[in-house]
């Protein structure tokens, strides 16, 4: 810390008042950042240390109070106008945009140009790789944020706030998403900036970890300061009676040891904060702790869930064979489920049905008397997504090589037959010349069905190009309006007003979406309705494209199964069963994706990345007609 040095402190905010509705966050708070200086910020959940920290970054506005930046006072920051001034913030919950790389994700706001405005995406990575070597994290500035785990896309986050070259830098509870390794890198940066003069907020749930780097601590409680004390001032036992509250029960202020309550409180808000999904209940069957991770698993956000019976809570949340688990905790046993189905129960807060494994075991104290039984909770909903995908993607790979086997060997036979066959037509007559005509029909047939194999088993490099969609549906509607008026199909096709655009190969795609609306043709009665319906989806960072009919319908039994290479629905023997696969292997070639959505209309949606900075968001679709 920058003692005596005649500067002002960097950061000093006086009575700060800060509401989230009826709820007061902060009641009138003093906290002051000397330049050059690692200023720990500590206190219990909802202590209100994330709104102070929110207040700096723009993120959240004061209701009253002042402050002051370098000495000037500032009626408040915005988002943009804090990174201007030379404060960045990683926060706990990360803001990034999975479909976009490392390094696009790092310069989200300010890319780097060249002379004539084109992107310099060359110089965005190198400035990456030199940000990773900085933090001394294995990342590859092309790789995409969902393919990255949680800890490597906290790094991104923490990279692209050093990016900016911050006076202040702010860390909000990232300790618990970072491995031992990730954090020596955190802590050399933190000692970095101070030895240049910079500062630092640390918020963390960790006392040990104040200890270890930090200057000074603040204490808030309730959103209101206790206090601000110097580490060298300090001990452990002391720092923690400051932070977590004396409310006590009459029990706990009959215990003789105050001391050990406290570490109690301390040990518990651990357990709250770590990021693996733990249930402790007592002998009674009556949860006693429920920490974030467990409660985000279980899709009960926001619900009350200590005191409650066990089962009840776990009945709430739809698990499957909740009765099952309850007993097992209630027996204090020692049992593992790999996976149960969470169906969103009623007091469920998200989006509902997920998978999670669970294992529960007693937990005994020194005389190893029984206490009570954890329950480890852990969603692998997206662990199985991947397995899936995984080995769909294997069988698909497999059923390719053995089809492009199979056409190469068939073509050539066949080629000398059709030969055959076409001069045989030329020497025959009556009859036997209409017997060879439907020979050479299905000969051809044969023909049709091998290119189709050989389509789906060929992988190449696809020409890629920035398209614009309203012109590539348009095209695609000219190529099918002949099959259109032969049913008398209502075709609605999406009237687009902005630049709405992807980034892919033109005859491809047309190849997709073409083939979509066959399919609709197909399932609807004379005169159904097929509709064309396109959005960019912003946050997300990718165009959605739906082709909905109000035709048949895919039962849900099928529907899991549309996509496997030689299934089919369809009646007669002009189909080989390879047109979805074919359309899922090019929309997964362009990095999206392809599914059936349940409702009213058969709905069949696409969705395809974005082009071009800010387009999504810029496309809006008005219904009109084709």
């Not at 032969?486 to 655009?501: I, Q």
């Amino acid at each position: 810390m920058a003692q005596g040095s005649g500067r002002p402190p960097i950061v000093s905010m006086r009575g700060v008042r800060a509401s989230y509705d009826e709820v007061r966050a902060l009641r009138g708070v003093d906290f002051e950042v000397e330049q050059g200086e690692i200023h720990g910020l500590v206190g219990e959940h909802r202590a209100g240390k994330s709104t102070l920290v929110k207040i700096l970054s723009g993120a959240v506005s004061m209701d009253g109070g002042s402050l002051r930046y370098k000495g000037r006072e500032v009626a408040g920051f915005t988002p943009r106008s804090a990174i201007q001034s030379g404060i960045a913030i990683v926060y706990q919950g990360m803001n990034v945009i999975p479909t976009l790389s490392s390094a696009e994700n790092i310069f989200t706001g300010r890319r780097l140009v060249r002379r004539l405005g084109f992107l310099d995406e060359a110089a965005m990575e190198e400035r990456a790789r030199d940000l990773f070597r900085r933090l001394g994290a294995d990342i590859d500035p092309r790789a995409r944020l969902e393919d990255l785990t949680e800890a490597q896309r906290l790094m991104v986050e923490v990279a692209k706030a050093i990016s900016t070259e911050p006076e202040l830098l702010i860390f909000d509870e990232i300790s618990s998403k970072l491995t031992p390794r990730e954090m020596e890198a955190v802590y050399r940066l933190l000692f970095e900036f101070k030895a240049s003069g910079r500062s630092v907020v640390y918020i963390t749930h960790d006392i040990d970890e104040i200890f270890q780097f930090a200057d000074r601590v603040t204490i808030l409680k309730n959103g209101l300061r206790q206090g601000t004390e110097e580490i060298r001032d300090l001990d452990k036992l002391k720092l923690i009676k400051m932070a977590y509250s004396f409310a006590q029960s009459r029990e706990e202020l009959e215990q003789d040891n105050r001391e050990l309550f406290l570490l109690k409180r301390y040990n518990e808000d651990v357990i709250r904060n770590i990021p693996v999904g733990i249930l402790i209940v007592d002998q009674a069957g009556i949860v006693s702790t429920a920490n974030f991770a467990a409660l985000e698993a279980l899709d009960l956000r926001g619900v009350e869930a200590l005191g409650r019976a066990a089962g009840e809570l776990l009945a709430s949340a739809g698990l499957e064979r909740a009765d099952e688990v309850a007993q097992a905790l209630s027996r204090k046993e020692e049992r593992s489920w790999d996976e149960l189905r969470r169906g969103g129960g009623a007091e469920a807060a998200g989006p509902g049905p997920a998978l999670l494994r669970l294992k529960s075991f007693p937990f005994k104290n020194e005389d190893l008397k029984r206490l009570g039984t954890i329950l480890v909770v852990e969603d692998i909903t997206s662990e199985r997504c991947l397995q899936d995908y995984l080995l769909r993607s294997e069988k698909i790979a497999s059923v390719a090589e053995l089809a492009t086997g199979i056409a190469h060997e068939i073509s050539n036979p066949l080629s000398v037959v059709l030969n055959h066959v076409d001069l045989l037509r030329r020497r025959s007559e009556g009859p036997e010349l209409e017997r060879l005509g439907k020979i050479e029909r299905e000969l051809n047939r044969i023909g049709e069905i091998i290119g189709s194999l050989l389509s789906f088993s060929r992988v190449r490099s696809l020409p890629m190009r920035p398209l614009r969609l309203g012109a590539l549906l348009a095209d695609v509607a000219l190529l099918v309006e002949h099959r259109l008026r032969e049913k008398a199909v209502d075709f609605r096709l999406p009237r687009l007003t902005g630049e709405l655009s992807v980034y892919g190969d033109e005859n491809s795609l047309k190849q997709v979406f073409v083939n979509l609306i066959i399919n609709s043709v197909e399932a609807v009665s004379e005169g159904g309705v097929i509709e064309l319906r396109a959005q960019a989806k912003e946050p997300e960072g990718y165009v959605e494209i739906a082709v909905l009919d109000d035709g048949c319908g895919i039962p849900p039994g099928i529907a899991e199964r549309i996509f496997d290479p030689f299934f089919s629905t369809k009646e007669g023997k002009k189909n080989t069963g390879l047109g979805l696969s074919i359309c899922q292997h090019i929309i997964e070639s362009h990095e999206g994706a392809i599914f059936c959505s349940p409702g009213e209309m058969t709905s069949m949606v696409v969705r395809l990345p974005a082009w071009g900075e800010g387009s999504a968001g810029r496309g809006g679709a008005e219904e009109g007609r084709g």
